[in-house]
């Protein structure tokens, strides 16, 4: 079966509709909870009397500074904000979707791969939280475009500098996680020469400082004082005891921990709406996982691309261990989670189509631009 060109624009099409009515759902959280949104949006008392260039800066008031000129100069309102955040969440899922197709080949996908891609896509989670104000969007589709030319081996353009640079002044955490990932592949890949082994190192080693600088500051631990770190952590871990969705972090061990990051709630809480429709979702992604986890296993040696898979992997576990450091509720999990496991889930959607389809994975070159 071929996979026609127009049957993309068709689905991404009714993605981006499906997409765009969890801005009314956003919207309409936003509205009856309360969240960061508003004080992203400029709609709290302790944001007003201030000028431009106070948010010039990174982390939280990255995302003011940005914000500022639409809502101080050009007056949108709070709604037309969450469609502006909603249509930059949705090209985010453009970029997963592309990454996914040249990470499976489009010429050559099998037609159950196409529907279990379809299905991941429509996933709830993500949506939700990419189509609302705040940083979600912004580093989601940074973070696709980022993997996306890194797929295609493309580091010097423009596209791949700019989406470093905006998760690196965003959320300096997450830039660190990926330099450190990248580090460690770096270090154990054998396609690269010792030579540019050295080089690259010492950059990344720059980056790591730099990025785990602005960290500190950010989380107010200031300076590089482990046993400060450690209390600090402890605080934060605890600060989510009188949340609802509080999870016991400190005392778990690393596996559970990461299994309760990306896998909970899992068919717990079956009174609440919320929680059915998460362990759903999370019941599904287990099995997608499981299931492309074994064919990885099987398929090791026809994968083309084997440091990029790697580097996705090491991502999502370095990623979930360092966030379950400092947070302790399912609400955060959900909302921290969307900024690794799409790319995880369509790495291994791609791994599947090889062991089940036996079709090689390979650059498609239509969808190289």
């Not at 209390?231 to 989510?240: A, E, Q």
């Not at 949340?243 to 068919?267: A, D, H, I, N, W």
């Not at 898979?309 to 400092?326: E, K, P, Y």
């Not at 995880?344 to 969808?367: C, E």
Request: hydrophobic share 50%.
């Amino acid at each position: 079966m071929k996979f026609k060109r127009d049957q993309h624009f068709y689905f991404l099409l009714f993605l981006g509709i499906y997409h765009l009515c969890f801005v009314f759902l956003s919207y309409d959280y936003a509205i009856k909870n309360g969240g960061d949104a508003f004080g992203y949006w400029f709609q709290t008392d302790s944001m007003q009397h201030k000028s431009w260039f106070d948010f010039f800066g990174y982390g939280t008031d990255a995302v003011l500074f940005l914000n500022y000129p639409l809502v101080n100069w050009f007056s949108i309102s709070f709604f037309w904000g969450f469609f502006i955040y909603g249509i930059i969440g949705f090209l985010g899922f453009i970029q997963l979707y592309r990454l996914a197709l040249v990470m499976i080949n489009a010429a050559v996908l099998a037609s159950y791969t196409k529907y279990l891609l379809y299905a991941f896509l429509l996933l709830p989670n993500t949506h939700f939280w990419t189509a609302m104000i705040g940083k979600e969007a912004l580093v989601f589709t940074a973070l696709a475009t980022l993997f996306l030319k890194a797929y295609q081996q493309k580091y010097t353009s423009i596209l791949f500098i700019l989406s470093f640079l905006l998760i690196f002044i965003v959320r300096p955490h997450v830039a660190f996680m990926l330099v450190l990932t990248f580090g460690i592949v770096l270090l154990f890949s054998s396609k690269v020469t010792l030579k540019n082994k050295i080089i690259t190192l010492a950059t990344t080693l720059l980056l790591l400082s730099v990025s785990f600088y602005m960290f500190l500051q950010l989380s107010e631990i200031k300076r590089l004082d482990w046993s400060r770190i450690q209390r600090f952590n402890l605080g934060s871990l605890r600060s989510f005891e009188g949340s609802g969705s509080f999870v016991p972090m400190e005392t778990y061990s690393f596996p559970v921990k990461l299994f309760t990051f990306y896998f909970r709630p899992f068919l717990e809480n079956t009174n609440n709406w919320h929680y059915i429709v998460m362990s759903t979702e999370n019941l599904i992604t287990m099995v997608l996982i499981i299931a492309g986890t074994f064919a990885f296993s099987k398929s090791r040696n026809t994968i083309r691309n084997y440091d990029f898979i790697i580097f996705i992997f090491l991502f999502c576990v370095i990623a979930g261990l360092l966030f379950t450091q400092r947070y302790a509720g399912l609400g955060i999990f959900a909302r921290t989670k969307i900024m690794m496991l799409p790319f995880l889930g369509v790495t291994f959607i791609s791994i599947i189509n090889i062991y089940w389809g036996k079709y090689p994975m390979r650059l498609q070159k239509s969808y190289k631009k």
